[in-house]
């Protein structure tokens, strides 16, 4: 059976797996992510020397990847903007190289064996201290001319404030329900994470149950509108926040409570969260080299 080796690289660390073409991981690891291009170049370079029967290598990397391997936008890692990080990998391993965005990897593992898996048309909402995502149209990627298709997070949700306190990312990201809850509770927002939100709702607190609900209100919105939208299959629903065994059900709550007042709204979109979590940018990278590599 066929074997890839996948990278995940992230601001703090940079996973790896050897996972085989049946989406079986073999073994994973991570370390440390390096300060220079240099050093990542090399980290990746002995685990490929290591595992000379893979068939290649597959990256799933922060910002705007685009098909050449340059990857525009910013992110933590500065250094990975502006060369050709496919190139160079390819150059210093050997190995034929696929890289995406992180959050189109995660789409693409729901559709390879996850939440998604036979559907064509899905949108993968990834919430965490933004709002990101991915489109798969027909069983592909759409990532659209400037390489922003899934950016759901730039969706004006608030018509009154045009500009970045109006955006879906800066209203219903993890990170907005900390600040929201904080300003509520007139505390610093570095003593609450989201995790304490909940648990502290659940223990009765007024304000930090408000917040939940206006959290869950306007994820609905936006689910809301990008059903009608672009009208997939799925929704699919990622981040730390998916883990939430409560979650779908509340924001399918919210959306019934929208449809009943929009009159003209006939369509409940179908919503789940992602079945791949830790792992599921190493997937996604790996089904993404089998489809187009």
Request: a negative charge; proline letters at 2%.
């Amino acid at each position: 059976m066929k074997k890839y080796i996948a990278f995940d690289i992230g601001g703090s660390f940079i996973k790896n797996g050897i996972i085989k073409e049946d989406s079986t991981i073999v073994n994973h690891d991570k370390v440390k992510t390096p300060q220079s291009l240099e050093e990542m170049l090399t980290i990746i370079s002995d685990i490929a020397i290591a595992n000379e029967d893979c068939e290649g290598i597959a990256i799933s990397a922060p910002g705007a990847v685009s098909d050449e391997g340059i990857i525009y936008g910013t992110s933590a890692l500065p250094y990975l903007h502006g060369p050709n990080i496919k190139q160079l990998i390819s150059e210093k391993t050997k190995m034929p190289v696929y890289m995406e965005n992180d959050a189109n990897c995660a789409g693409y593992a729901e559709v390879w064996n996850g939440a998604a898996k036979g559907k064509q048309d899905v949108l993968a909402v990834v919430i965490g201290t933004g709002i990101g995502g991915a489109i798969i149209k027909n069983g592909e990627l759409h990532k659209g001319t400037n390489l922003h298709g899934g950016e759901f997070g730039y969706m004006l949700l608030n018509s009154g404030d045009i500009g970045n306190h109006g955006v879906w990312s800066n209203l219903a990201s993890t990170q907005a329900l900390i600040q929201k809850t904080a300003a509520k509770k007139d505390i610093d927002k570095n003593s609450l994470t989201g995790e304490k939100v909940f648990e502290l709702a659940d223990a009765g607190d007024e304000a930090c149950i408000e917040t939940i609900e206006e959290f869950y209100h306007l994820l609905a919105v936006g689910i809301y509108n990008l059903q009608y939208i672009y009208d997939p299959d799925i929704i699919l629903i990622g981040g730390g926040i998916s883990a939430r065994e409560d979650l779908i059900d509340k924001i399918n709550e919210k959306i019934d409570n929208i449809i009943s007042s929009v009159h003209i709204a006939k369509m409940t979109p179908k919503i789940t969260a992602c079945q791949f979590r830790q792992n599921a940018n190493l997937l996604g990278a790996v089904y993404g080299f089998k489809q187009h590599v």
